[in-house]
């Protein structure tokens, strides 16, 4: 009788933890169709002194989702010569590249004694 009992508790325990399993992948594969949906992103991923890439790349007169992740200290930007400064309040852009060239995007809080050199380069292509 135990051994039913001891069976069917583990029984059950396999198809709650499957279920939770599937609903995880579920939702991220959501996620990721909504993403999808948005279009093209550009994600700034900032870190003490340092942006995660040295240069990001764009093509021009596409509208792309600009963003900002502070994954260490706290900083905010701003691409020169398009207007573009994200911070703690603005995390997001919707922004169109319409002139192909490089633009410099810096750091526009001060960080540390890190913050000058806290630079990267944006190509439009």
Not at 1 to 22: D, E, N, P, R, T
Not at 23 to 41: D, F, H, I, K, Y
């Amino acid at each position: 009788m135990q051994k039913w009992i001891m069976f069917s508790l583990f029984l059950i325990a396999c198809l709650l933890g499957a279920g939770v399993l599937f609903q995880n992948v579920s939702l991220r594969q959501a996620e990721q169709a909504s993403q999808a949906a948005e279009g093209p992103t550009l994600k700034f991923v900032a870190t003490n002194y340092q942006f995660d890439q040295p240069e990001y790349t764009v093509k021009a007169g596409q509208k792309v989702k600009v963003s900002l992740l502070n994954k260490e200290g706290l900083h905010a930007l701003e691409i020169v010569g398009l207007n573009v400064k994200l911070d703690n309040n603005t995390k997001t852009a919707d922004v169109t590249f319409d002139k192909p060239g490089t633009y410099e995007v810096h750091c526009v809080l001060p960080c540390g004694p890190g913050h000058p050199n806290m630079k990267t380069k944006l190509v439009v292509q």
